[in-house]
């Protein structure tokens, strides 16, 4: 069986998908699967499932759901209950947004290791994990509002990391998707060094120098207007190659 999070919730067994239905079965199956392989206690449960006004009987009340969620289970056995509280008994990579990060931490590993088509390979793979919205089904709730936090951050690394493993080797065609891309990125996350770093470098492999240099001062300028500082060791490194009239390579990070 697996669960999928990073996007509506969806719970696959044997190539078939169960659909889960109650909204009380979907959170209570996302917390669980937060914490997949642990031991998830009745009150942070409890206080996933009723932020505000919970029942008379929470513990009564979680048991029921947990018992229809038992029922709906493709792999009933898989949610156990425990001393401590209740465990979803599955591999933790069985969970995609689990595999999701240990993919972005083995693409960023090799990347750093020089190896960028193995880096490529892995991160691609993270990304296309993705079916939408992370925690779609439960992202308005106060127990969600971090772990969204957290994937959509990891995600736009390993789209930062993906484009730097690409620099290298790409064409023209591919340049230009890259530079498509971190202007988007870049709309969003205006003081992102590194987005403006692969800017940068991806501008200078294109061949376009002029208006690589053109994007390093337009970055100079926002950090000093509205930070008062000035770009990191790496970005002025990337600089100073520019100026000396180095066509650029893919920022090692």
């Known amino acids: 069986m697996r ?112 190896h960028p088509e193995d880096a490529a390979q892995r991160l691609r793979e993270a990304l296309s994990l993705w079916r939408g919205a992370p925690l779609a089904d439960t992202a308005h709730l106060p127990f969600a509002v971090p772990a969204v936090t957290r994937l959509e951050r990891i995600r736009l690394g390993v789209r930062e990391d993906l484009i730097a493993a690409e620099l290298g080797s790409s064409d023209a065609t591919e340049r230009t998707a890259h530079l498509v891309e971190l202007g988007e990125l870049i709309a969003h996350h205006p003081l992102r060094e590194r987005l403006r770093e692969l800017l940068v470098a991806a501008l200078a492999a294109d061949g376009r120098r002029g208006e690589a240099l053109t994007a390093h001062e337009e970055y100079r300028r926002l950090l000093a207007a509205q930070l008062g500082t000035v770009p990191g060791k790496s970005m002025r490194a990337l600089h100073q190659r520019l100026l000396g009239g180095e066509k650029g390579s893919s920022p090692g990070f």
Do not use: N
């Open 3 to 114: 669960i999928g999070v990073l996007g509506p919730l969806r719970v696959v067994a044997d190539g078939q998908e169960t659909g889960i239905g109650g909204a009380r079965l979907r959170v209570l199956l996302t917390r669980l699967a937060l914490g997949v392989g642990g031991v998830v206690s009745p009150t942070a449960l409890s206080e996933a499932l009723w932020p505000e006004d919970g029942p008379a009987h929470p513990d009564t009340a979680l048991h029921s759901l947990a018992t229809r969620l038992r029922r709906t289970l493709p792999e009933p056995h898989a949610l156990r209950s425990e001393p401590e509280g209740y465990r979803l008994a599955l591999p933790p990579e069985a969970v995609d947004a689990v595999r999701f990060e240990r993919l972005a931490i083995q693409g960023r590993g090799a990347l750093r290791d020089g």
